[in-house]
């Protein structure tokens, strides 16, 4: 605890409400904040602001009308956010008008936003969260992508600091994403922004499912799983077992679907198979690194949660999504995870083909605590 301020301060975090890795790289942020005697308000929308209820419910929650995105079930990812943008970009000018008013009432003396771009006022510090220093045009968009980018740093320019979620050495995490042009004069990195933990377990799962994301895309990339999880789970149960199979082989598998107001039992729903719609923090950093191999959706922040436990991947990217798509090809180039289509999944293939990569190494560097420190350090007295 900073025990030589005078008083406590308060922080607004609001993370955008776009799939859920805003919010859950929010909840080790929230957390030291905390440690350091901060009085912190969250404010977001949606399923994003369920996860932070349960994570936090004795925090003042405010809701912060999302973004609220949708994907398409099929065709152009592009023409589908064209035609969402006039609505994006409304809640982007509502964000300023409603921030001003909350600094009024709630006597906010800093902000910490997670891409959400007009979440800053002149009078206090506020803080961007980002990994894309360069965003990826979908395929339509590809001539504006300069243009695109120019724009993004000059909301980011608008925040008095531009926190970047990797390593200063390139390529990184992320890759193009935060390293292809040079920093913003606000930017700085700060590692590993995860809320999990590394430590040595057991293994207990030969498969973990690990859903996330916007619909419709999340509950179709979960039909498919499971269905096909339940297909392999019975064949495994049905074949002849020796001694050798067993002690090599592990038995169970758990299936993750995202879903934060769901319920937190865990269900055998056929034989070999566990399901549950949502763990929190600590039950599912334990869970993952029980899990022999992990299959999810390479977002970024499931990309610094499995790097910084070392685990093994399975990647399948959200059809048409830049980041995703770059992300998995990155990793996949580099030897690290394996990576396989939405509409070309096959569970047995992807479980052979990834024996030929490495994995993560598990890794910890997390400089962005001495940044919180030096934030609430920054907040005057009065």
């Keep these: ?82 035609l969402q943008l006039p609505k994006i970009l409304a809640v982007i000018r509502a964000e300023k008008k409603w921030l001003r008013k909350i600094i009024s009432k709630e006597n906010i003396d800093a902000v910490i936003s997670d891409n959400r771009f007009d979440m800053y006022a002149k009078d206090i510090p506020c803080t961007f969260v980002t990994h894309q220093l360069n965003i990826i045009a979908p395929s339509p968009f590809k001539r504006m992508e300069r243009w695109i980018n120019k724009v993004n740093r000059r909301l980011i320019a608008n925040f008095d600091a531009c926190w970047i979620p990797d390593f200063e050495k390139e390529p990184g995490l992320s890759g193009i994403l935060s390293h292809k042009f040079p920093l913003p004069d606000n930017a700085v990195f700060i590692g590993t922004l995860s809320r999990f933990s590394y430590r040595e377990v057991s293994k207990r799962y030969k498969l973990m499912v690990l859903l996330s994301g916007p619909e419709p895309q999340r509950s179709m990339l979960e039909q498919l799983l499971l269905q096909q999880v339940k297909e392999y789970a019975s064949r495994r149960n049905n074949q002849p077992t020796n001694e050798e199979v067993a002690a090599d082989e592990l038995d169970q598998i758990l299936f993750v679907r995202g879903i934060p107001g769901g319920s937190g039992e865990v269900l055998q729903i056929s034989p070999g198979v566990l399901l549950v719609d949502y763990l929190l923090t600590e039950a599912l950093n334990t869970a993952i690194l029980e899990s022999e191999i992990i299959i999810s959706r390479p977002g970024y922040t499931t990309v610094m949660d499995l ?20 992300l998995a090809e990155y990793l996949t180039n580099k030897g690290i995870c394996y990576t396989t289509s939405q509409s070309s999944f096959d569970l047995e293939l992807a479980l052979f083909e990834e024996k030929a990569f490495a994995g993560f190494k598990a890794n910890s560097v997390q400089l962005w605590k001495q940044h919180l420190v030096n934030l609430l350090a920054s907040i005057p007295d009065q």
């Design 307 to 326: 790097s910084l436990l070392g685990s093994r991947a399975i990647f399948i990217p959200t059809p048409g999504q830049p980041e995703q798509e770059y």
């Design 1 to 82: 605890m900073l025990t030589d301020l005078s008083r406590k301060r308060k922080i607004l975090v609001a993370p955008l409400d776009w799939g859920l890795g805003h919010a859950t790289r929010m909840i080790p942020v929230i957390h030291e904040l905390q440690s350091l005697g901060a009085e912190v308000l969250i404010a977001s929308d949606g399923p994003a602001m369920s996860l932070l209820r349960k994570e936090f419910p004795q925090l003042t929650a405010i809701n912060l009308p999302g973004y609220r995105v949708h994907y398409q079930k099929k065709g152009s990812l592009g023409i589908t956010m064209l």
